[in-house]
């Protein structure tokens, strides 16, 4: 049975650090684009990071730029996103998902979800 299990969230004081890992099971992460999405309540799904399959290529919002690194370790079947300087309206339920193809920005392209973590920034 496929999974995808996000971790590491919390609550951070503005300007620290998380790393949250998106671990997959029953498939084998390598052959998908990993993408992160983060969403607030009332709010649409925002993209906001993917890293390709193939070369390993990273791609970001504007919002997170400069800020988030994406990453992925295909021998531990885990995708990573690490977050710093980490403002208030970084706060959300992130999300990974998975996708074929180039890099998509639109959830709809993504066939596979996690149950999502939440990340809580606030003093």
């Known amino acids: 049975q496929r999974q995808l299990v996000e971790s590491g969230g919390g609550l951070v004081q503005p300007g620290g650090s998380l790393r949250l890992s998106c671990a997959a099971s029953g498939f084998s992460l390598e052959y998908y684009n990993i993408g992160w999405f983060r969403q607030t309540p009332g709010k649409e799904r925002e993209w906001v990071s993917c890293i390709s399959s193939v070369h390993d290529r990273s791609y970001y919002a504007d919002s997170v730029k400069g800020r988030f690194t994406i990453a992925r370790d295909n021998a531990k079947n885990t995708g990573y996103l690490q977050m710093s300087s980490l403002k208030r309206e970084d706060t959300a339920n992130y999300y990974c998902?998975?996708?074929?193809?180039?890099?998509?920005?639109?959830?709809?392209?993504?066939?596979?979800w996690g149950q999502g973590t939440q990340v809580t920034v606030s003093s």
């Open positions: 998902a998975i996708s074929d193809g180039n890099c998509p920005k639109g959830e709809y392209e993504y066939d596979f």
